[in-house]
């Protein structure tokens, strides 16, 4: 079974721009989560979706959205980018609730902001 | 509030040492807790999982014990390889099902 996927693996923005990336859940996982990694906050969570619908937000400004699809496939978004959203940002996916099942993460897109 | 504690790292070892990573938490209720090891370039994979106390997760040759009594969940292996060489987290997942990480230890093996 294929493990998570997230695309683009790398992004180079620059300041102001906005930005999408995108997780394909393990086949059959319909939660997903993003977290953001930096060297400084360590993990940080970002939000979660189930059945299209945010599930749990983390403490983030508006500029940072996210969405879900019927396919359970997600995208999050941030606008307006600043340097400080240089970052990992993770996909993790799990069967229907994090608190009881596994979560699984992706690879991760490097984002560096310029 | 929910927190994970790790101890400091870089931890530099010579191969085929015994490894120890400590890990406490402090939880509402009793959470599965996890080990997830993060390659350089790399997203984070699971490494071993517990879901009750007294329970033992293992894979790969590391090992780590649920231990209710002392709320720790230490991260051991017999003898460590260059490949080994790695950020480990330890987990929980919080009542909501955001996982709670500690702020990972750094493993350093010289041949």
């Known amino acids: 079974k294929a493990g998570v996927t997230q695309t683009p693996r790398y992004l180079i923005k620059t300041r102001g721009q906005q930005v999408t990336l995108s997780c394909s859940p393990i086949?059959?996982?319909?939660?997903v989560s993003w977290y953001q990694q930096t060297p400084g906050q360590g993990l940080q969570f970002l939000f979660e979706?189930?059945?299209?619908?945010?599930?749990n937000k983390g403490n983030f400004p508006g500029r940072f959205s996210g969405r879900q699809f019927s396919n359970s496939r997600s995208e999050m978004n941030v606008s307006t980018l600043e340097l400080g959203d240089s970052a990992l940002y993770l996909c993790?996916?799990?069967?229907?609730?994090?608190?009881?099942?596994?979560?699984?993460f992706g690879p991760g897109t490097r984002l560096t902001v310029l | 509030g929910d927190s994970v504690t790790q101890m400091e790292g870089p931890v530099t070892l010579s191969e085929e040492a015994f490894l120890t990573i400590n890990c406490t938490y402090t939880?509402?209720?009793?959470?599965?807790l996890f080990w997830y090891v993060q390659y350089p370039g790399e997203g984070l994979q699971l490494l071993l999982k517990?879901?009750?106390?007294?329970d033992k997760g293992s894979n790969k040759g590391f090992e780590a014990t649920y231990r209710k009594e002392t709320t720790s969940f230490h991260l051991e292996k017999g003898s460590v390889q260059v490949s080994d060489s790695a950020v480990y987290f330890c987990?929980?997942?919080?009542?909501?099902?955001?996982?709670?990480f500690g702020q990972g230890t750094t493993l350093q093996v010289k041949p």
């Open positions: 086949s059959g996982h319909r939660s």
């Open positions: 987990a929980f997942p919080s009542n909501t099902g955001k996982l709670i």
């Open positions: 993790a996916s799990s069967l229907v609730d994090g608190t009881t099942d596994t979560q699984y």
């Open positions: 979706y189930f059945s299209e619908t945010q599930r």
């Open positions: 517990a879901t009750k106390a007294d």
């Open positions: 939880a509402t209720g009793y959470p599965s």
